[in-house]
């Protein structure tokens, strides 16, 4: 067993009473934390010594809200607002349409090398699976590649026109396909738990046979807009989070992203049910809808974490941790609504707490799963160091990100990836996005040995070569 020993760093452990060293230490054996203490530890030939001086050792950040496969569509349709009517023929779902095994392994394996670059260790994974297609084999092959701890959820669909027909599962076929995939694809990392898209994408049929199929853990879009809040009132009567408790889904396994258009009511009874969700404040902010309050929610007893999502169009999750924070102080029309430490938070264990994974990860402590970041704070953007951790929230970039481990196993040192290819991953990556440019008619084919064209916004010109095309979002 490898006995791993990160010494002279800042540790900052986000346990329970939120506990900084300043010359520390953190101890691995194997996979898992053994000790976190002030001072040098003593160590024995064999340890793989990590010198962390000036740098924060800090736990990963969890993702807690994500679709990792469309990174790979990501730039082809942003600023197009999402809709509960959106149908197969919308430009967003032309890209999907196309977009199969070979593409989705591609974009997903793309967001893993930009999420290990960001310090995150856990991601979740929601992508539709669409019958007679293998989506979600190409998006668990990129998490069985990619060193993360991943939480997938295969989001089935079966009463929506964003679908086409062909392409439903019925609830039995759906049932049998999660089974299928969490049989095939659950590891020591990675995980399946079933998905219902959303209220207006799936039967109530589906719902509660994929709820007992998932053991009671279930994901779900939740209320992220005014038109869904209003399309659920129509359509039964009554609120969206009451019609999931009727159907008894809601629990301590339910992950409900976007919990934003919920009355007093609905908080209270999400909270009770000891629910959680996942706030995804970059991306509510790219298709233009609100924002929910972290604190209501918490104060409610609802367990939130925060999300990248897709859109956002980064993996920067110091960018998420410092606009989840900005606009929690800006809906509240008070500068004194949360700080860097309540933000980290966010980032870390409350993540872990919303994916039901706070006794394992989240916090540097002894006996949980070796899931960290080394973060060198000897950069501009970090500089001076006395306010360090509260610059790690308003000035952290990615950048600043030297090593991640995730299970004991080194995933980045001295920022270079050491288990993926990143090269390969970037070319493998260009060509799918070419291709499903081209086949949704977004772009024309590129000529042979040429770079994949390039898309610019209407009222833009693009120039190149005579003999090639021009092309346009």
């Given at each position: 067993m490898v006995r791993?020993?990160?010494?002279?760093?800042?540790?900052?452990?986000?346990?329970?009473?939120?506990?900084?060293?300043a010359e520390g230490h953190v101890v691995i054996e194997g996979e898992t934390i053994t000790t976190v203490d002030s001072g040098r530890p003593?160590?024995?030939?064999?340890?793989?010594?990590?010198?962390?001086?000036?740098?924060?050792?800090?736990?990963?950040?969890?993702?807690?809200h994500h679709h990792l496969a469309a990174t790979l569509l990501r730039g082809l349709s942003a600023d197009r607002p999402l809709r509960v009517t959106v149908n197969a023929e919308s430009p967003t779902m032309a890209l999907h349409r196309v977009q199969d095994e070979a593409e989705c392994?591609?974009?997903?394996?793309?967001?893993?090398?930009?999420?290990t670059r960001s310090g995150v260790t856990t991601t979740t994974d929601s992508q539709s699976p669409w019958k007679g297609m293998r989506k979600g084999h190409g998006s668990l092959r990129a998490a069985t590649e990619s060193g993360l701890r991943v939480v997938y959820s295969p989001a089935f669909v079966n009463r929506t026109a964003m679908v086409p027909p062909e392409h439903h599962f019925g609830v039995d076929e759906a049932v049998a396909e999660f089974e299928r995939l969490r049989d095939t694809w659950s590891g020591d990392l990675v995980s399946v738990i079933p998905e219902v898209m959303s209220l207006p994408r799936g039967t109530d049929e589906l719902i509660?046979?994929?709820h007992r199929a998932g053991d009671g853990?279930?994901?779900?879009?939740?209320?992220?807009?005014?038109?869904?809040a209003e399309w659920a009132q129509r359509e039964y009567g009554h609120s969206a989070i009451e019609h999931l408790d009727r159907l008894g889904v809601l629990g301590e396994g339910f992950l409900g992203a976007h919990p934003v258009?919920?009355?007093?009511?609905?908080?209270?009874?999400?909270?009770?049910?000891?629910?959680?969700?996942?706030?995804?404040?970059?991306?509510?902010?790219l298709i233009g809808v609100d924002h929910l309050s972290i604190a209501r929610l918490q104060a409610a007893g609802i367990r939130v974490g925060l999300g990248l999502d897709y859109p956002n169009h980064t993996h920067n999750f110091f960018e998420t941790t410092k606009m989840s924070l900005l606009a929690q102080k800006q809906l509240?029309?008070?500068?004194?609504?949360?700080?860097?430490?309540?933000?980290?938070?966010?980032?870390?264990?409350?993540?872990?707490?919303?994916?039901?994974?706070?006794?394992r990860i989240g916090s540097l402590e002894p006996g949980k799963l070796a899931d960290l970041q080394l973060v060198d704070l000897h950069r501009a953007h970090l500089w001076p160091p006395a306010a360090a951790l509260s610059l790690l929230v308003y000035s952290g970039a990615a950048e600043a990100v030297r090593d991640v481990m995730v299970n004991g196993r080194?995933?980045?040192?001295?920022?270079?990836?050491?288990?993926?290819?990143?090269?390969?991953?970037?070319?493998?990556?260009?060509?799918?996005?070419?291709?499903?440019?081209?086949?949704?008619?977004?772009?024309?084919?590129?000529?042979?040995?040429s770079p994949p064209p390039v898309l610019v916004p209407d009222g833009w010109t693009l120039l190149q070569a005579p003999d090639s095309d021009r092309g346009r979002l």
């Open positions: 791993t020993v990160i010494e002279n760093g800042l540790v900052v452990t986000m346990d329970g009473r939120r506990t900084v060293i003593s160590t024995a030939p064999g340890d793989v010594v990590v010198d962390a001086a000036g740098c924060a050792v800090l736990p990963g950040f969890v993702n807690t392994h591609a974009g997903a394996l793309l967001a893993a090398v930009e999420l509660t046979a994929l853990r279930m994901a779900m879009h939740l209320t992220y807009s005014a038109e869904l258009y919920l009355s007093d009511a609905e908080v209270e009874r999400y909270g009770e049910r000891g629910a959680a969700g996942a706030y995804c404040a970059v991306s509510n902010m509240a029309h008070d500068a004194g609504v949360g700080d860097a430490g309540v933000a980290l938070g966010w980032a870390t264990i409350d993540g872990a707490a919303a994916l039901g994974l706070a006794d080194w995933l980045m040192r001295d920022r270079e990836l050491v288990h993926l290819d990143e090269s390969a991953v970037l070319a493998q990556a260009a060509r799918g996005q070419a291709y499903v440019a081209q086949a949704a008619g977004l772009s024309p084919a590129p000529r042979p040995a």
